[in-house]
Protein backbone atom coordinates (compact mmCIF):
# COMPACT_ATOMS: atom_id res chain seq x y z
CA UNK A 1 0.00 0.00 0.00
CA UNK A 2 1.12 3.69 -0.66
CA UNK A 3 1.57 6.19 1.84
CA UNK A 4 -1.34 7.80 1.07
CA UNK A 5 -3.21 5.06 1.28
CA UNK A 6 -2.44 4.09 4.61
CA UNK A 7 -3.30 7.37 5.94
CA UNK A 8 -6.31 6.90 4.57
CA UNK A 9 -7.23 4.31 6.60
CA UNK A 10 -5.64 5.32 9.76
CA UNK A 11 -7.48 8.47 9.57
CA UNK A 12 -10.78 6.71 9.02
CA UNK A 13 -10.09 4.34 11.99
CA UNK A 14 -9.67 7.16 13.94
CA UNK A 15 -12.54 8.80 13.41
CA UNK A 16 -14.70 5.95 13.96
CA UNK A 17 -13.29 5.36 17.10
CA UNK A 18 -13.54 8.79 17.65
CA UNK A 19 -17.63 7.86 16.78
CA UNK A 20 -17.46 4.90 18.72
CA UNK A 21 -16.27 7.02 22.12
CA UNK A 22 -18.34 10.12 21.89
CA UNK A 23 -21.89 8.64 20.71
CA UNK A 24 -23.67 5.86 22.40
CA UNK A 25 -24.97 3.95 19.13
CA UNK A 26 -28.22 3.09 21.85
CA UNK A 27 -29.15 6.71 21.63
CA UNK A 28 -27.40 8.26 18.49
CA UNK A 29 -28.82 9.39 15.78
CA UNK A 30 -25.24 9.11 14.29
CA UNK A 31 -25.75 5.48 13.44
CA UNK A 32 -27.50 3.60 10.60
CA UNK A 33 -30.60 1.12 11.63
CA UNK A 34 -31.10 -2.81 10.67
CA UNK A 35 -33.17 -2.61 8.19
CA UNK A 36 -32.71 -6.77 8.58
CA UNK A 37 -34.33 -6.45 11.86
CA UNK A 38 -36.84 -4.00 11.60
CA UNK A 39 -38.19 -5.69 8.78
CA UNK A 40 -38.00 -8.93 9.83
CA UNK A 41 -37.97 -8.95 13.26
CA UNK A 42 -34.94 -11.82 13.53
CA UNK A 43 -31.01 -10.97 14.48
CA UNK A 44 -28.69 -10.36 11.25
CA UNK A 45 -25.15 -11.34 11.94
CA UNK A 46 -23.90 -8.32 12.24
CA UNK A 47 -26.70 -6.86 14.85
CA UNK A 48 -25.06 -5.75 17.98
CA UNK A 49 -21.73 -5.27 16.22
CA UNK A 50 -21.79 -1.32 17.08
CA UNK A 51 -23.02 -1.38 20.39
CA UNK A 52 -20.69 -4.06 20.96
CA UNK A 53 -17.30 -2.13 19.36
CA UNK A 54 -18.56 0.89 21.53
CA UNK A 55 -18.57 -1.07 25.04
CA UNK A 56 -14.97 -2.11 23.93
CA UNK A 57 -13.63 0.97 23.01
CA UNK A 58 -15.09 1.90 26.48
CA UNK A 59 -12.86 -1.08 28.13
CA UNK A 60 -15.92 -3.39 28.35
CA UNK A 61 -14.81 -6.59 26.78
CA UNK A 62 -17.77 -8.57 28.64
CA UNK A 63 -20.57 -6.44 27.62
CA UNK A 64 -18.96 -6.03 24.72
CA UNK A 65 -19.01 -9.81 23.88
CA UNK A 66 -22.77 -9.78 25.36
CA UNK A 67 -24.02 -7.63 22.15
CA UNK A 68 -22.03 -9.90 18.89
CA UNK A 69 -20.07 -12.78 20.62
CA UNK A 70 -18.97 -13.37 17.06
CA UNK A 71 -17.53 -10.18 15.84
CA UNK A 72 -15.59 -9.47 18.87
CA UNK A 73 -14.26 -13.00 18.41
CA UNK A 74 -13.13 -12.48 14.75
CA UNK A 75 -11.40 -8.66 15.66
CA UNK A 76 -8.16 -10.35 16.66
CA UNK A 77 -7.92 -12.45 13.46
CA UNK A 78 -8.71 -9.39 11.21
CA UNK A 79 -6.19 -7.02 13.28
CA UNK A 80 -3.68 -9.37 12.43
CA UNK A 81 -4.26 -9.82 9.10
CA UNK A 82 -4.83 -6.21 8.94
CA UNK A 83 -1.75 -5.26 9.87
CA UNK A 84 0.65 -7.58 8.31
CA UNK A 85 -1.18 -6.80 5.02
CA UNK A 86 -2.43 -9.86 3.90
CA UNK A 87 -6.00 -9.55 4.45
CA UNK A 88 -6.19 -9.88 0.38
CA UNK A 89 -4.29 -13.13 0.80
CA UNK A 90 -6.60 -15.27 2.63
CA UNK A 91 -7.15 -18.46 0.89
CA UNK A 92 -10.66 -18.80 -0.67
CA UNK A 93 -11.12 -22.03 1.58
CA UNK A 94 -11.33 -19.91 4.50
CA UNK A 95 -13.63 -17.21 3.05
CA UNK A 96 -15.95 -20.06 2.93
CA UNK A 97 -15.60 -21.41 5.81
CA UNK A 98 -16.08 -17.45 7.49
CA UNK A 99 -19.26 -17.18 5.36
CA UNK A 100 -20.53 -20.53 6.51
CA UNK A 101 -20.40 -19.44 10.32
CA UNK A 102 -21.48 -16.29 9.95
CA UNK A 103 -24.35 -17.87 8.18
CA UNK A 104 -24.77 -20.44 11.44
CA UNK A 105 -24.30 -17.68 13.95
CA UNK A 106 -27.31 -15.79 12.14
CA UNK A 107 -29.75 -18.97 12.25
CA UNK A 108 -28.66 -19.51 15.67
CA UNK A 109 -29.06 -16.57 17.36
CA UNK A 110 -32.27 -16.45 16.52
CA UNK A 111 -33.49 -19.59 18.12
CA UNK A 112 -36.15 -18.55 20.93
CA UNK A 113 -34.14 -21.38 23.53
CA UNK A 114 -31.45 -21.30 25.83
CA UNK A 115 -28.76 -21.45 25.25
CA UNK A 116 -28.89 -19.83 21.83
CA UNK A 117 -30.61 -16.59 23.46
CA UNK A 118 -27.33 -15.41 24.55
CA UNK A 119 -26.59 -14.67 21.00
CA UNK A 120 -29.20 -12.22 20.98
CA UNK A 121 -27.79 -8.84 21.36
Known sequence: MTRFQNTVIVTAASVAVFALLWFNPAISWLYPRCYFHEWTG??????????????L???HVVAAFRFNPLAISLLPLVGYFA???QLN?????????LLGVIIA???????????FTLLAP
Open 42 to 55: WYCPGCGTTRALHQ
Open 57 to 59: VHG
Open 83 to 85: MRG
Open 89 to 97: AVKTIWIWV
Open 105 to 115: FGILRNIPAYP
